[in-house]
């Protein structure tokens, strides 16, 4: 079971209208090797979930750039030009979806849930086309699970069976990203071998990743 | 202008007691931690993953694994916390802050919000904030009372909501309003305003305390 | 804050009908010290929510063999006689909930979920009295939060501003009976002071825990 | 006895592939970790928590932190992680586990299985068995093809269900049967018993495959 492989065989299957998760929070946690390949792969009509659409030059806002996105599900795009020219232009559909709605909806696809209740967006635009229902006398929208043909994500660390661990604030959607994806591909900072990673502290058991991808680099400000 | 901002923020700094976790958003709100009186301990929490948010390190020094909900590098004091996102908004959605403090664009006399677009001008997303305003225990509004002249507490919100029902105060340089199930009540005003003053940069119904007191930032 | 206290003083607002939530898993994971004191005070008419009833002279099951606990909410009850007993007699009612789904059910106690939808237990007794919601073709149960007056929760090692870490198989409900209950009281094996414990392991974050009692053993076989 | 629940236990070996997550019931099941072939990679989920179980541990070096969900003391392998009973629950309901192996009480035409509960005899529980039984990509029912004689696979359960439609494969000491749209299906059979027996032994309509096959442990 050799997961690790060069970035070019990890994405292999990746192809044109393929939905993939993407880790990270205004890029941070947010795997760039992967997102570079899949630029210079050449793909379109992407649907892409991940939080933010980041800021030019940085995580997805790469894809956006390119025009390879079809679809944009996530919860903030403020911080990218280019995303609100592409929506209003109609080259990119947005779903923006509320933050921690966004959140358990993936948690939900990948734990096996038909869906949850949520107050979040009562009365709002996100209630639009959304079963209602009441319990105990609150009302609730019925939010569905969301997966993904794919997920990027992010490892600080990770060992040769695949057990992830995230450092700092790098965690964020990555640990639920790779339960709701049918291929999980791990790009990393580091790798060690088996054993070496305290079981206690892994964030990501190695079940859920697919591929590990070596030579991740921390963000250069 | 950074006075005021300064201002209001201290004022609602006030609004904050010992133990509490509290949620700032970005821009104005961000500075009431800095007036939280030294002998308290406030949790604040970061969106995007973890509890115990510390000061802004200094430039060249900064951590790029640590990034605040604003995208900006932080610090974590001792005794932080770090989660996913997942977790982050079971804190949220689940009532385990005890206060968020959230710029608007508009909040109207039932306490509804409008704080995340402008259709057709801006539409940056709700990011975190319609969780927010649903899940916190208490939310204030602060923000300038007015934008530019025009009106920002209104009779209705105009824009799309954030959320229904759910601005417990708002604070701003002119006074502090609280929502009431009989509407607004302003409860202190800033002594630089008269109430006609306030009452005439409000578009909603103002009710004035009997209790009226004086806003101290 | 400080929220290092005697046992005594943890367990003082606990009276006759409060609801409890009991971390552990066979009695793995269970703070023992808090069961104890708990047996002391002579509170009764307690509801119980627990993995399982454990076996004899372990747990909860020193709560059962007091006959202080009026319900139990739990999925498995096995492996402690007088738990059936008790139940056959009409001493002690018994939710038997799947394990999974009562796990879930307590994290949308603390997550602010108004329910969620499972497939577990769909044409089977689970199924009683629930409301049946088809999602995309498929059935599912709706099911509610749990949420309590209390927590008891095992640490392995606490600070003392109350960030929790878990050793191996001693997390299982621990993490989230933690957000759902009212007051929450960690025992604890080991205290060490604020900062010493890495922020990227703790399991529990603070703003969890209102009490800390030191005294905790570890299990002797 | 012991040979049957060995016998059985090998034969369900063969059905995990290199790579498999599997979750093993309490009782025969938990033999089924014997058969693995030493070069397959084969992953053992405890629903109490943790990936990678390892051997048990000799008397008197036991860790008292580290149970299964039988709640025996166990070892982990090196590259186990561990998690709370909500991720547990995650792998096991959404799919993450490729074989769950259990025993049954009662187990029907359908791929109905009552596994948990004989009213006002036994009322042990569900435990984490209906989750598995829901969530599992495959589910080997492993057991005694009877009961003392009483029929144990049957036209339909009397006893209340674990879950609907869910059995994949039933391993007995008699033979192989699969779970199929059109009812059960004879695969193999071991070549101690004769067809007639298998049938006899066994309530519900049995297929016989037409490509049966002796069943080997």
Not at chain 2, 7 to 12: G, L, P, Y
Not at chain 2, 201 to 217: C, F, N, Q, V
């Amino acid at each position: 079971m050799n997961k690790l492989v060069s970035v070019e065989r990890a994405i292999e299957t990746i192809k044109d209208g393929s939905s993939i998760m993407v880790g990270g929070f205004m890029g941070t946690g947010t795997p760039e090797i992967l997102i570079d390949a899949l630029v210079e792969k050449k793909v379109k009509d992407l649907t892409i979930i991940c939080n933010d659409s980041c800021y030019p030059g940085r995580g997805v806002s790469k894809l956006i750039a390119e025009k390879q996105v079809k679809t944009l599900i996530a919860s903030h795009v403020g911080l990218n030009p280019e995303t609100g020219k592409q929506m209003s232009e109609g080259i990119m559909e947005v779903e923006l979806v509320p933050q921690g709605t966004l959140a358990e909806r993936i948690r939900a696809g990948g734990a096996g849930l038909g869906g949850f209740l949520t107050r979040t967006g009562v009365g709002t635009v996100v209630q639009e086309g959304k079963q209602v229902i009441e319990v105990d006398g609150d009302k609730y929208l019925l939010e569905k699970p969301l997966a993904a043909d794919f997920a990027f994500i992010r490892a600080s660390i990770i060992d040769k069976k695949g057990n992830v661990y995230y450092h700092e604030s790098t965690r964020n959607f990555n640990t639920i990203m790779a339960t709701a994806a049918n291929t999980v591909i791990a790009a990393t900072e580091k790798l060690v071998e088996v054993g070496e990673m305290d079981p206690n502290i892994v964030m990501t058991p190695h079940i859920f990743v697919d591929y590990i991808v070596e030579g991740e680099k921390p963000w250069q400000i | 202008m950074a006075d005021i901002k300064h201002f209001i923020a201290k004022r609602v700094a006030k609004e904050l007691k010992d133990g509490d976790v509290v949620n700032l958003g970005i821009g104005l709100p961000t500075l009431v931690a800095d007036y939280i009186p030294s002998d308290y301990d406030v949790t604040f929490q970061s969106e995007n993953g973890f509890v115990g948010i510390g000061p802004a390190p200094e430039k060249g020094k900064e951590d790029v694994d640590l990034i605040n909900a604003g995208a900006q590098y932080v610090s974590v004091k001792p005794g932080s916390a770090f989660f996913d996102s997942a977790v982050s908004f079971g804190i949220i959605r689940g009532g385990h802050v005890d206060a968020t403090v959230l710029g608007a664009l508009q909040v109207d006399e039932e306490g509804n919000l409008a704080n995340w677009i402008i259709p057709g001008v801006m539409v940056p997303g709700m990011g975190g904030a319609m969780d927010l305003v649903s899940g916190a225990k208490k939310v204030i509004i602060a923000m300038q009372h007015t934008n530019k002249g025009k009106h920002k507490i209104l009779k209705k919100c105009t824009l799309p909501l954030t959320a229904e029902k759910e601005v417990d105060l708002i604070v701003t340089e002119m006074g502090v309003i609280e929502v009431t199930n009989e509407g607004l009540v302003l409860k202190e005003i800033n002594s630089e305003y008269t109430v006609e003053e306030v009452v005439s940069a409000t578009e909603a119904h103002l009710i004035i305390s009997d209790d009226l007191k004086p806003m101290e930032g």
